[in-house]
């Protein structure tokens, strides 16, 4: 009887200490999370693996996938609710500023710092945390980044005929564009028509120097425009009042430039947007193309793009610039962001789960088994492995070294709205000149600007670096 | 009268003008939804190639497409039946009592149904949020219903003002009740504009997106918005997206096509008066 009772002490004393010990180990254990999410990479990665999470931490987390129009909408709404559906949330980088003024967002400054070494902050591309920051709070965190960059037809740059044709019509070296006027010089080169040669083949259809997006809807036409524009030398904001200051110098040039590139775009340039004007270069259709490289990554997977089971040669360099010398980049980042009226045990295991959705080890493992995933750590990018595997890393690595974040404005969707329409009919010839358009455009953005004392208009522009990244 | 020959081919050709216009959009829906993604696009359009289902299988592998289906029935056909409960005896109500006021209670009905949608999402989100029916199709079935209700009275009365009231006399020196003569003869005479109205309830339900976006999460998501999650920050699935329009396509043709009998009747009832 003695014996039984002994035992009997000592499988309950191994019972609790298991327990403790299970306790320990996943503290979050048993918690729900739900995430408004997209159907972008950065999530349709994570999505079917989110099991193997709950079985290391016992957190379970279903994720939602919601169309991208119509997002920041819900996660507006859902704000606003003290009891909130998602804890977790997707956001893109441009979004940060509305949603941080709004107090939307959990600070995730301190977490990142306590778990600095975990997270491996230091491998972090200073300017994807930079994206998701608001007056100096990290607002959110990278899970994929966003770089501006130019994609080229390698094999017809490489073509012998092609190099010496073009050196002779400009008397340089036929190379990816560093200037703009290089690339509307290629783009012009490289515009042919049906029946033409092409690298020594007759073509049996037109072929186009470039594929921009001109298109109107949802501000497709800004995204080509800002970088150009701020290589021209522009930027978005008057220093002294905070206002819409696009229509300076720099802005028109860049917008005249813009208009000039249409005579070797596609004869739908004005219903190009996102996918259907990286879709020319995807299928081999265009010579040259800049654009976020969250399709580049589609260009080497043959399921995704026909160029590369065609077996043609896609080429990777930096976006050009006006004088050839680098300057800053245009960026941006797809995030993960924890939503402030979530209570506090939720916040914790949403950070728990934002650590391991955009951890080196998973963002290493969907680089070796092919998954596209615009990368944003130093020891993927660096790999050379991974640069063998994915030839444009090293242009991703390169130029962020001297990148600029994109606009962080919470009037953002104003400004991409208004100059999405404006500048659109400009090219459309709807609108005589580029000035009358950026004027038009910077006077619907700063009706409703001015309403704003100007002290919070300058606190806004002049938004001061992440906390977390002062060294 | 016989048509002659020219008549003949004049009223074919219309048809099939009509056919061609109405029918183009749907080809290309199905064409596109059958073509691979690196060939979406391409110039000029490629028409003949080989046909693929990938995008209807990753549709149904993706996401729980056939869940958000059944989703959309239960709101589409829950909202259309209570909505012509309702409606119905309203607009009986409507069209019967005699009452100087009764034409600005029923214009009132009627502004119900010119709110802006997008005014009410808010206070919709915050009222569901409380009742705890965030994310059920019962929120959705009450949300549609405040929109379809107007309009059932509306169409209803209409038919409702068509049935002469000796009839329903008649009924009732025979021994029916108020609530026997409605059920056994009124309604019954009101058959097509019943089915209008319950196609129109239908179709409205079933293709509505802003209410189902706001209030819907996984559980209750219906198929207009599982389609429009195909549209990303980094692409547009426009195969997946194609697949999935056709497929939503079918139980609304069914639907229409079940209640056309009842439908031309109805929409024609009353156009000629003798």
Redesign the interface.
């Known amino acids: 009887m003695m014996q039984w009772k002994k035992t009997m002490w000592a499988a309950g004393a191994v019972l609790a200490m298991t327990g403790a010990a299970w306790a320990q180990d996943k503290p979050f254990a048993g918690v729900e999370l739900?995430m408004l999410g997209?159907?972008?990479?950065s999530v349709t990665r994570v999505a079917p693996i989110v099991g193997e999470f709950e079985q290391a931490t016992g957190i379970k987390v279903?994720i939602?996938?919601?169309?991208?129009?119509?997002l920041i909408?819900?996660i507006i709404?859902e704000a606003?609710?003290d009891?909130p559906?998602?804890q977790l949330l997707w956001v893109?980088s441009p979004w940060v500023g509305m949603l941080g003024e709004a107090g939307a967002l959990e600070d995730l400054t301190s977490r990142a710092k306590r778990d600095a070494a975990e997270i491996g902050l230091d491998d972090i591309i200073p300017i994807q945390l930079q994206e998701n920051t608001w007056q100096g709070k990290l607002l959110a965190f990278p899970a994929s980044g966003m770089v501006w960059s130019t994609n080229y037809r390698k094999d017809l740059f490489e073509n012998p005929e092609e190099a010496a044709a073009f050196k002779a019509k400009y008397g340089y070296d036929l190379a990816p564009a560093k200037t703009w006027a290089q690339y509307r010089d290629i783009a012009e080169f490289f515009t042919r028509k049906k029946g033409e040669k092409l690298a020594g083949e007759v073509l049996d259809?037109?072929f186009y120097g470039t594929a921009q997006a001109y298109s109107r809807v949802q501000g497709a036409i800004t995204h080509d425009y800002f970088p150009i524009m701020r290589a021209f030398g522009g930027d978005y904001w008057d220093p002294k009042t905070g206002l819409c200051a696009m229509t300076g110098e720099p802005h028109i040039k860049a917008a005249e430039f813009m208009k000039s590139l249409i005579p070797f775009n596609?004869p739908d340039y004005l219903g190009l947007m996102?996918?259907?004007r990286t879709?020319y270069m995807?299928?081999g259709?265009d010579a040259i193309s800049s654009y976020?490289s969250?399709?580049t990554v589609?260009l080497t997977n043959p399921?995704?793009?026909?160029v590369a089971?065609k077996g043609l040669v896609v080429g990777y360099a930096p976006s050009p610039t006006v004088d050839g010398n680098p300057q800053p980049t245009y960026t941006g980042a797809?995030s993960f962001a924890i939503n402030s009226k979530a209570t506090d045990k939720e916040k914790e295991a949403a950070w728990v789960f934002i650590k391991w959705a955009t951890s080196e080890k998973l963002m290493r493992r969907f680089a070796e088994e092919g998954q596209g995933v615009s990368q944003f750590r130093k020891s993927i990018l660096s790999d050379p492995a991974l640069q063998a595997k994915y030839p444009y890393y090293k242009v991703l690595l390169e130029s962020q070294k001297n990148a600029r974040r994109r606009i962080f404005h919470p009037f953002y969707q104003a400004v991409e709205e208004n100059f999405g329409v404006e500048l659109s009919k400009y090219m459309a010839g709807e609108t005589a000149t580029a000035k009358e358009a950026l004027e038009t455009a910077c006077n619907a953005v700063n009706s409703q600007l001015s309403i704003f004392p100007v002290e919070q208009r300058l606190r806004w522009i002049n938004d001061v670096p992440a906390e977390v990244l002062a060294k | 009268m016989t048509p002659s020959l020219r008549e003949k081919f004049l009223t074919y050709l219309l048809v099939i003008i009509i056919l061609v216009v109405f029918m183009t959009p749907i080809y290309l829906i199905l064409v596109s939804s059958l073509k691979p993604?690196?060939?979406?696009?391409?110039?000029?359009p490629r028409f003949i190639f080989t046909p693929t289902l990938q995008n209807y299988y990753d549709l149904f592998t993706m996401?729980p497409f056939h869940l958000q289906i059944l989703n959309s029935l239960l709101v589409a056909l829950g909202s259309t039946a209570f909505s012509l409960t309702i409606g119905t005896m309203a607009a009986y109500a409507v069209s019967r009592i005699k009452h100087r006021r009764i034409n600005d209670v029923a214009f009132w009905i009627l502004s119900m149904r010119m709110f802006p949608p997008i005014a009410v999402?808010?206070p919709y989100?915050?009222i569901f949020?409380t009742m705890g029916l965030?994310?059920t199709p019962l929120a959705l079935i009450i949300v549609y219903s405040t929109f379809n209700i107007p309009l059932t009275v509306w169409l209803m009365k209409g038919f409702f003002d068509e049935v002469p009231e000796a009839l329903e006399e008649a009924a009732q020196v025979d021994g029916h009740g108020v609530i026997a003569t409605f059920f056994r003869v009124t309604l019954p005479l009101t058959a097509p504009g019943l089915a209008v109205s319950a196609v129109f309830c239908f179709i409205f339900s079933w293709n509505e997106f802003?209410f189902a976006?706001?209030l819907t999460?996984?559980k209750s998501?219906t198929v207009t918005?599982a389609v429009?999650?195909?549209?990303?920050?980094?692409?547009?699935?426009w195969g997946r997206i194609m697949a999935g329009s056709f497929v939503i396509l079918i139980p609304g043709v069914i639907f229409v096509l079940t209640c056309q009998r009842w439908l031309v009747k109805g929409l024609t009832m009353g156009s000629v008066k003798g």
Do not use: C
């Not at chain 1, 997209?38 to 990479?41: A, R």
């Open positions: 739900k997209i159907g972008d990479t279903h939602d996938q919601l169309p991208y129009p119509g909408d819900k709404v606003s609710s009891s559906t998602y893109d259809k037109d596609p996102w996918d259907l879709g995807e299928r259709e976020w969250v399709r589609r399921a995704e793009a026909k089971e797809l | 993604s690196p060939i979406m696009f391409s110039r000029p996401r999402v808010v989100y915050i949020k965030l994310d802003l976006l706001m999460g996984s998501q918005v429009m999650s195909f549209w990303s920050s980094d692409a547009v699935q």
